[in-house]
């Protein structure tokens, strides 16, 4: 899952488009994706710097409301 919003950035303070990514880790059979092994994670990247951070799963579900 992967979305764009504009948002100030927390490193450059520029607003600027940033897109949020999930990540899982999930348990696999002969390379095929069953079940998650793990909660996911979530990023969120900036545009404009290119900074990569964590992101708690709280905001995401407030931002992508």
């Not at 488009?17 to 996911?40: D, G, Y």
Request: net charge positive; hydrophobic share 45%.
């Amino acid at each position: 899952m992967a979305f764009r919003r504009w948002l100030l950035c927390e490193v450059c303070r520029i607003e600027a488009e940033q897109t949020m990514i999930k990540r899982s880790t999930r348990f696999t059979l002969f390379f095929v994706p069953l079940f998650p092994v793990k909660p996911s994670t979530y990023y969120v990247q900036c545009a404009n710097c290119n900074a990569f951070r964590r992101m708690d799963s709280r905001a995401v579900a407030r931002l992508a409301a």
